[in-house]
C-alpha cells in the first residue's frame, strides 16, 4: 500500500470512479492483450482442426457460437450483480456496470443468434427452428432490448439506474422458469427432433478450441465492458461539466453588469 | 383495503376509466383473427384456445399503463408512499381492483367468443377457468412494468414490450392446459397447478418489484 490514495483495500473502495478509473486504465492493456493472444490461438486451433466427418467444414462455426451463447448468459448474471449492487449496497458504479453491459450482451446473443442460424440452415435445412433453446436465447433478446429501451427512456440516469434495476432482477427470477415452460411448451407440442451437438460425447479434438475460444470471449467481454464503463463514467463527467458550465455561465453576465 | 378497492373499482367502472375498452379490444382481436385464418371451422376450433388466451394477454397488457400512472398524475400516489400500511399490500390491492375491472370481465366474455370460435363445451369450460386463474398473474406482472415506467410519459408501449417476454410462461401453460383438457392422453392437472404455482409467484414477486419501483421513481 505505497500509494494511499489510489489503493484498494476493500471492494468498497472501488466505488470511487477516479479510482476505478486509474486501475481500470492500467489493467486496460493487459486485458486487451490476453484477448488479443486468446483470439488469435483460439482462431488458429479453430482453423486447423480436423472438420466433422459429417459437418464437415460447417463445424467451425461452433466455435463462434457457443461461446456467444455462453456470453449471452454470463452478461445477464453481470448485470443481476450490478442490480443488486445498485439496489442494496447502492454502489455508484454498479449502476454504470449495469447499464453499459446491455448492449454488449444484446450483441453477443445476436451474434449467438445469427450464427446459429446460419449453422442451421446446412443442418437442419432451415434458418429457424422453434427449438425450445432457440426460443428462450430469443426471448433473452427481447429482454436485453427492452432493458435498452427502458434505459434510452430516461433522462436522469439514476432513476433509470434503479428502475432497469428493479427489472433486471424481475427477469432475473424469471428467466429459469421462462426455459422451464419454453422446455415444456416444446416437448409438447412437437417431438424432440434437434439434437444439437452430442453433449459429453464432444471429442477432444472439437473441445480444446472450443474452450480456447470461451475464454478468448470472456475476456473480450470483460474488456469491452470495462472500456464501456469508462466511457459512461467520462460521459457523465462531460455532462456534469457541461451543466455546471452553463449554470455558470449563466451566473457571469449578471455579475459583471453590477 | 377495501375502501381502495372499492375506490378503484368505482373509478374504473365510471366514466373515463375505461374497464370495458379492454373487453371490447379482446373481442375485436378475436373477431379479426378469423378473417386471417379463413373461416375454416375445424381449425378455428383448433386454435380457438389459442387465440382467446393471446386476445386476453394482449387486452390485459391494453390498460396496464394507467395502473399507477392516473394517481401519479393527481398526486394520489404520493398519499399512498406516505400512509402506514406497508406500500406491497396498496399495490396488491390495486392490482386485484385492477384485475377485477378488466381480467374477469375477459373471463367472462370468453364463453361467448369461445362459442365464435366452434369450441366443444369441455374446451369452453377449461379456456375459461385458465383464464381465471391465469389473467391475475399478468396483471401482477404488469404492474412491476407499469410501475417501473410509471415516470415515463409515453410509457404505454414500453409496458408491453418489458412485460410480453415475462408473460410467456403464463401464457404457455394456460393453452397447454386448455389442450390438455381437451386431447385425452394428455393429464390436465400437471400444467393448471403449474399456471396456479405460476399465478401466486407473480403474486409476490410483482407487488413487491412494483413497490421497490414506486418508491425509486419518488425520491
Given at each position: 500500500m505505497s500509494e494511499p490514495s489510489l489503493a484498494i483495500r476493500k471492494f468498497t473502495d472501488l466505488a470511487n470512479p477516479t479510482r476505478f478509473l486509474a486501475l481500470s486504465g492500467s489493467l486496460l492493456p493487459w486485458l486487451a492483450a490476453a484477448t488479443a493472444v486468446a483470439f488469435a490461438v483460439g482462431l488458429y486451433l479453430s482453423f486447423t482442426t480436423v472438420g466433422d466427418y459429417q459437418q464437415g467444414e460447417t463445424v467451425r462455426i461452433m466455435y463462434i457460437h457457443v461461446p456467444a451463447a455462453w456470453?449471452?448468459?454470463?452478461?445477464?448474471?453481470?448485470?443481476?450483480?450490478?442490480?443488486?449492487?445498485?439496489?442494496?449496497?447502492?454502489?455508484?458504479l454498479a449502476d454504470v456496470s449495469a447499464r453499459t453491459a446491455a448492449p454488449i450482451g444484446a450483441s453477443f446473443t445476436f451474434i449467438a443468434l445469427v450464427t446459429g442460424s446460419l449453422w442451421g440452415k446446412p443442418m437442419w435445412g432451415t434458418w429457424w427452428v422453434w427449438d425450445a433453446r432457440?426460443?428462450?436465447?430469443?426471448?433473452?433478446?427481447?429482454?436485453?432490448?427492452?432493458?435498452?429501451?427502458?434505459?434510452?427512456?430516461?433522462?436522469?440516469?439514476?432513476?433509470?439506474?434503479?428502475?432497469?434495476?428493479?427489472?433486471?432482477?424481475?427477469?432475473?427470477v424469471n428467466i429459469p422458469i421462462i426455459k422451464f415452460s419454453v422446455e415444456w411448451?416444446?416437448?409438447?407440442?412437437?417431438?424432440?427432433?434437434?439434437?444439437?451437438?452430442?453433449?459429453?460425447?464432444?471429442?477432444p479434438e472439437f473441445l480444446r478450441p472450443l474452450l480456447v475460444m470461451a475464454v478468448a470471449f470472456t475476456l473480450l467481454f470483460f474488456t469491452l465492458h470495462i472500456l464501456a464503463m469508462r466511457n459512461e463514467i467520462l460521459r457523465r463527467r462531460i455532462a456534469t461539466l457541461r451543466r455546471l458550465a452553463a449554470r455558470n455561465a449563466g451566473r457571469e453576465p449578471m455579475e459583471g453588469r453590477r | 383495503m377495501t375502501a381502495l378497492l372499492l375506490r378503484d373499482l368505482k373509478l374504473s367502472v365510471r366514466a373515463g376509466g375505461g374497464a370495458m375498452i379492454g373487453v371490447l379490444f379482446f373481442m375485436t382481436v378475436v373477431a379479426v383473427i378469423p378473417f386471417g385464418v379463413g373461416p375454416d371451422l375445424n381449425l378455428l376450433a383448433r386454435i380457438g384456445p389459442a387465440i382467446l388466451w393471446i386476445g386476453a394477454l394482449l387486452a390485459s397488457l391494453l390498460g396496464l399503463d394507467r395502473l399507477f400512472q392516473a394517481e401519479r398524475e393527481?398526486?394520489?400516489?404520493?398519499?399512498m408512499l406516505m400512509q402506514d400500511t406497508p406500500l406491497v399490500l396498496t399495490v396488491l390491492t390495486k392490482c386485484l381492483a385492477h384485475w377485477i375491472a378488466t381480467g374477469l370481465p375477459l373471463v367472462i366474455a370468453s364463453p361467448l367468443l369461445s362459442?365464435?370460435?366452434?369450441?366443444?363445451?369441455?374446451?369452453?369450460?377449461?379456456?375459461?377457468?385458465?383464464?381465471?386463474?391465469?389473467?391475475?398473474?399478468?396483471?401482477?406482472?404488469?404492474a412491476a412494468g407499469a410501475a417501473i415506467a410509471v415516470a415515463l410519459p409515453r410509457g404505454g408501449l414500453l409496458v408491453s414490450i418489458l412485460v410480453l417476454p415475462l408473460a410467456i410462461p403464463v401464457l404457455i401453460f394456460g393453452v397447454s392446459a386448455v389442450y390438455a383438457a381437451v386431447q385425452d392422453p394428455a393429464p390436465f392437472l400437471p400444467p393448471f397447478m403449474i399456471l396456479t404455482a405460476l399465478t401466486l409467484t407473480f403474486a409476490v414477486i410483482g407487488p413487491v418489484a412494483a413497490a421497490a419501483a414506486l418508491r425509486a421513481s419518488t425520491d
Open positions: 456470453l449471452a448468459m454470463m452478461c445477464y448474471s453481470v448485470m443481476a450483480i450490478s442490480a443488486l449492487g445498485t439496489l442494496v449496497w447502492r454502489h455508484p432457440l426460443t428462450s436465447v430469443f426471448v433473452l433478446f427481447l429482454m436485453y432490448l427492452g432493458l435498452i429501451a427502458l434505459n434510452r427512456a430516461m433522462d436522469d440516469p439514476t432513476r433509470a439506474a434503479k428502475a432497469s434495476a428493479i427489472l433486471i432482477l424481475v427477469g432475473f411448451w416444446n416437448t409438447l407440442h412437437q417431438p424432440a427432433s434437434v439434437i444439437r451437438l452430442d453433449g459429453p460425447t464432444i471429442d | 393527481d398526486g394520489s400516489l404520493d398519499l362459442l365464435f370460435m366452434n369450441m366443444e363445451v369441455p374446451a369452453i369450460g377449461a379456456t375459461a377457468l385458465t383464464l381465471l386463474v391465469g389473467t391475475p398473474a399478468i396483471t401482477f406482472i404488469g
